[in-house]
T-cell receptor
Framework: NAGVTQTPKFRILKIGQSMTLQCTQD?????MYWYRQDPGMGLKLIYY???????DKGEVPNGYNVSRSTTEDFPLRLELAAPSQTSVYFC????????????FGEGSRLTVL | GNSVTQMEGPVTLSEEAFLTINCTYT??????LFWYVQYPGEGLQLLLK?????DKGSNKGFEATYRKETTSFHLEKGSVQVSDSAVYFC?????????????????FGQGTILTVHP
């Protein structure tokens, strides 16, 4: 049972570099989310998508971009990495957003030096 | 805006001890309330939920009751095990309409680290 799969699990970037965090789900969920988790701060919503071709900003979108060309995939792009983007990133999905039950990937730990 | 406040950790207990992790919230309307658990090296997973006042959510020996009068949703377990060592997140869910789209928005607390020793 794959569920939500994120890659890579770990990555170290230099300031100014770009990268894409990949997220794919096999549950045919329309709703997908990217969160970042900082120590002692809980999870903050970066971007979300309510279906293929539809994305919108969450609480902390600056420095990130997303796309949703298919139901399965929701990549997160960092264009010019900054130390403030050092964090653990989680992708999540749900078929029923009003239930509050999200299915999370295992996370991607990103360090920007 | 909506917010969730959890008791600060870390919490360290011996096996079979009683666990309480406090959670209070601020929200407009009538949110649903959740506890998520994150085991080491894994993503978050739903532990239990309650959708209206006085509801009790339960799972794996954990319980939490939705208290509207005190805006609280404290997590309890009567006898913890080493395998319960994890980070626990309290969260609330509200429905948001924004820019022509709508989505269920989860607001998380900061998380409480629980370590259980044999």
């Amino acid at each position: 049972n794959a569920g939500v799969t994120q890659t890579p699990k770990f990555r170290i970037l230099k300031i100014g570099q770009s990268m894409t965090l990949q997220c794919t789900q096999d549950m045919n969920h329309n709703y997908m989310y990217w969160y970042r988790q900082d120590p002692g701060m809980g999870l903050k919503l970066i971007y979300y998508s309510v279906g293929a071709g539809i994305t919108d900003k969450g609480e902390v979108p600056n420095g990130y971009n997303v796309s949703r060309s298919t139901t399965e995939d929701f990549p997160l792009r960092l264009e010019l990495a900054a130390p403030s983007q050092t964090s653990v990133y989680f992708c999540a999905s749900t078929g029923h957003p009003n239930t509050g039950e999200l299915f999370f990937g295992e996370g991607s730990r990103l360090t920007v030096l | 805006g909506n917010s969730v406040t959890q008791m600060e950790g870390p919490v360290t207990l011996s096996e079979e001890a009683f666990l309480t992790i406090n959670c209070t919230y601020t929200a407009t309307g009538y949110p649903s309330l959740f506890w998520y658990v994150q085991y080491p090296g894994e993503g978050l997973q739903l532990l239990l939920k309650a959708t209206k006042a006085d509801d009790k959510g339960s799972n794996k020996g954990f319980e939490a009751t939705y208290r509207k009068e005190t805006t609280s949703f404290h997590l309890e377990k009567g006898s913890v095990q080493v395998s319960d060592s994890a980070v626990y997140f309290c969260a609330l869910n509200t429905h948001v309409n924004a820019g022509g789209t709508s989505y269920g928005k989860l607001t998380f607390g900061q998380g409480t680290i629980l370590t259980v020793h044999p």
